[in-house]
T-cell receptor, first 115, second 116 residues
Framework: DTGVSQNPRHKITKRGQNVTFRCDPI?????LYWYRQTLGQGPEFLTY????????KSRLLSDRFSAERPKGSFSTLEIQRTEQGDSAMYLC?????????????FGPGTRLTVL | AQTVTQSQPEMSVQEAETVTLSCTYD???????LFWYKQPPSRQMILVIR??????QNATENRFSVNFQKAAKSFSLKISDSQLGDTAMYFC?????????????FGGGTRVLVKP
């Protein structure tokens, strides 16, 4: 297993366009998290899934954001009608609740630039 | 809500020397975990060290050790014998078990530059 992967690694879009990111977690991990990291800041929690169920969403996740994990494996994060303030690194992490301390393993992130 | 504060935006250290990064947090919880994560330039974040709040003994991982002061809500990271590969952003993070599937609350980060 090569760890958590995210695609694309970089995305440049124009304001008002929709974008979708994909995260593939470590295969035996049942928990999947999305975080957003703006330049020079620490990551902020957006949402998390246990298997296919989305169990919590942050207030940061406006109505323009939607996340899915249809089969409890990979996840997608869609941003509709992008705004310049959406420019950030979007990080995905996964964990297995039976692992010691629920350690989260992070992917390399998708850097979004909204022009 | 929990908050995590890292008061040092940037620190530099000579190779082979020691550097200490500070982290304070605010919580009313008694049971929680604290972490230090490393984010090298253009690479993914990896766990450096963790501390369970119920353990009095400070965690150590090779050249990395923490000074956990629960009453003061302080959690500093010491990097000994610094190496060039330690150059990275370091984030302190807090986790309350069972909350939102163990989501992490991060501080703003400290950039560490190891000079040859």
């Amino acid at each position: 297993d090569t760890g958590v992967s995210q695609n694309p690694r970089h995305k440049i879009t124009k304001r008002g366009q929709n974008v979708t990111f994909r995260c593939d977690p470590i295969s035996e991990h049942n928990r999947l998290y999305w975080y957003r990291q703006t330049l020079g800041q620490g990551p902020e929690f957006l949402t998390y899934f246990q298997n296919e169920a989305q169990l919590e969403k942050s207030r940061l996740l406006s109505d323009r954001f939607s996340a899915e994990r249809p089969k409890g494996s990979f996840s997608t994060l869609e941003i509709q009608r992008t705004e310049q303030g959406d420019s950030a690194m979007y990080l995905c992490a996964s964990s297995q609740e039976r692992l010691a301390h629920n350690e989260q393993f992070f992917g390399p992130g998708t850097r979004l630039t909204v022009l | 809500a929990q908050t995590v504060t890292q008061s040092q935006p940037e620190m530099s250290v000579q190779e082979a020397e020691t550097v200490t990064l500070s982290c304070t947090y605010d919580t009313s919880e008694n049971n929680y975990y604290l972490f230090w994560y490393k984010q090298p330039p253009s690479r993914q974040m990896i766990l450096v060290i963790r501390q369970e709040a119920y353990k009095q003994q400070n965690a150590t991982e090779n050249r990395f050790s923490v000074n956990f002061q629960k009453a003061a809500k302080s959690f500093s990271l010491k990097i000994s014998d610094s190496q060039l590969g330690d150059t990275a952003m370091y984030f302190c993070a807090f986790m309350k078990p069972k909350a939102a599937g163990n989501k992490l609350t991060f501080g703003g980060g400290t950039r560490v530059l190891v000079k040859p």
